[in-house]
């Protein structure tokens, strides 16, 4: 039940950082802080952070790159020598993932080692 309401909490961070143009990084540490919170093992806070901010990044870059018609995308994509503008959506999305998910097993680790070693 706490992995729901950490994939919830952390879709719901990650927008809101959209929203309000906060830095790449600020998802890690929203995800940190619901990892911390919550009582998750490490491996859950890492996949759920994950998922939650690849989907999320994932949308809004291809929202951005459809909006825009590809053109800076698409211009990026020759400068870093891949194929299309949509390689570089990909990699934003897995970027953003990381991050979060990176920000989340720090969280729960952190979590943990406070606790003692206890979940």
Do not use: Q
């Not at 990026?76 to 990699?91: D, E, H, Q, Y």
Request: glycine content about 12%; proline content about 2%; hydrophobic content about 60%.
């Amino acid at each position: 039940m706490y992995r729901f309401f950490l994939l919830l909490g952390v879709l719901l961070v990650s927008v809101a950082c959209l929203i309000t143009g906060a830095n790449w990084y600020a998802v890690a540490v929203g995800a940190a802080a619901l990892c911390f919170l919550l009582p998750v093992w490490r491996r859950s806070a890492f996949y759920y952070s994950f998922l939650a901010v690849l989907m999320v990044w994932g949308c809004y870059a291809g929202y951005l790159h459809l909006f825009s018609e590809g053109r800076l995308a698409d211009r990026l994509a020759v400068t870093f020598s891949v194929p299309t503008g949509w390689v570089l959506v990909v990699v934003t999305a897995l970027w953003g993932g990381i991050t979060a998910g990176l920000g989340g097993l720090f969280g729960a680790s952190l979590r943990i080692a406070l606790a003692g070693g206890k979940r």
